[in-house]
């Protein structure tokens, strides 16, 4: 294990797991985390041992958003300082976001704030029962941040977002189920492990393939049919000519396994 001043690295086969880690302020976001994020993200990037991402938090809780302490000393900046403080959260959850590998949030205790921003920027979300998540800026005269009520509103309605914003109320795992917010609900204590076991199980896919479906299923909510299906039909004339369709559909004609791990190993050679 690789630990860092706010993050902790570990591998469990080709999944990477990355905990914030900050104890005794659940996991709240220290001033070197984002760099930490960005770096462990880029080095895991092209190795081709690493196939899928988890991120979670330590002790039982996933993030509970920006340190008040730190924020509060924003005050003593420009404006144009703190514009440029502000562009780090947001340079990380389009990393996560657009990230070419899959990425699964594991949360315990909840998530708040920042700390639900990059949650959701994340492909998947596995949650434990009884999670509370909120964005309550609203709470000490600020606004929401790290793309929270863009994220947000790809699946809650305008009334529902707006409610959650001004009033700063939780809003459950099993509420966010209900929602499609959360893909898996699991029993306490139990996220990290499914999540890992998800990330596994897509690790062993094509790569290449899975980044064109994450693009494809990141831009679906904002496109035209039209113009969906134009970007559908580029993806897959290239996945049609690639290595990863004549190893798979090999291998669904020869009835074995497809072996898309050793392609990518391959191709890093």
Do not use: W
């Amino acid at each position: 294990m690789t630990t860092f001043s706010s993050l902790l690295q570990r591998t469990e086969g080709r999944v990477l797991v990355l905990t914030i880690n900050n104890p005794g302020k659940r996991n709240a976001i220290a001033a070197d985390l984002y760099d930490n994020i960005r770096a462990a993200l880029a080095a895991a990037a092209d190795d081709p041992e690493i196939g899928a991402v988890v991120l979670t938090g330590a002790d039982n809780y996933f993030c509970a958003g920006g340190d008040l302490e730190l924020i509060s000393k924003r005050r003593e900046l420009t404006y144009e300082e703190r514009i440029e403080r502000l562009g780090h959260l947001h340079d990380v959850v389009c990393k996560l976001r657009d990230y070419p590998k899959p990425i699964v949030a594991a949360v315990e205790g909840g998530a708040a704030g920042a700390g639900f921003s990059l949650a959701l920027a994340c492909d998947l979300l596995v949650a434990s029962a009884g999670a509370a998540f909120s964005i309550a800026y609203v709470k000490v005269g600020l606004t929401p941040d790290g793309g929270i009520t863009g994220l947000l509103a790809q699946s809650l309605s305008r009334q529902v977002l707006t409610q959650l914003a001004l009033t700063g109320d939780r809003i459950t795992a099993e509420q966010l189920q209900h929602f499609g917010v959360v893909n898996q609900l699991v029993e306490a204590g139990q996220a990290g492990a499914v999540a890992i076991a998800l990330a596994a199980r897509l690790a062993q896919g094509p790569r290449q393939a899975m980044g064109s479906i994450k693009a494809l299923c990141r831009h679906a909510h904002e496109r035209t049919l039209d113009d969906q299906l134009e970007a559908e039909r580029i993806a897959m004339a290239v996945a049609q000519g690639g290595a990863e369709a004549a190893e798979g559909i090999a291998a669904f004609l020869g009835k074995r396994p497809a072996d898309f791990v050793s392609l990518r190993r391959g191709a890093a050679d």
